[in-house]
């Protein structure tokens, strides 16, 4: 079983930055894909970034140009840099998680289902 750990949020003023971190204790594949999604009070959960273990990115169009996703590979961690945050950037960050063998493509990494691991969430509040 897989645990994930988020840490790192809070709160921001409009054009403030934010990390966020979520440590995993293991991976159990050397294939893998892992995502952040949100989800704001009385909207579904989005997908906002994704990297797999060969490195490449994906980014929701309303986020592209303020966030980036990495990992540091020696402490099975991944992190998402935020920059210029918005108010319509509050909500509930997870990290989430999910181990091969099998190939996830591209065009369903935003779609929770195909996540396993899930992180509890982390609160990110925007405002003046």
Known sequence: QVRLEE????????????RLSCAASSYPYS???LAWFRQAPGKQR???AALDSEGTT????????????SEDKAKNTLYLDMNNLKPEDTA?????AQFGPGWLG??????????????????????S
């Open 92 to 96: 509930t960050y997870y990290c989430a």
């Open 31 to 33: 294939r893998y894909f």
């Open 7 to 18: 840490s790192g949020g809070g709160s921001v003023q409009p054009e403030g930055s934010m």
């Open 46 to 48: 989005e997908g906002v």
């Open 58 to 69: 994906n980014y929701a169009n309303s986020v592209e140009g303020r966030f980036t996703i």
């Open 106 to 127: 591209r065009n369903r990494r935003f779609f929770p289902n195909e996540y396993t691991y899930w992180g509890q969430g982390t609160m990110v509040t925007v405002s």
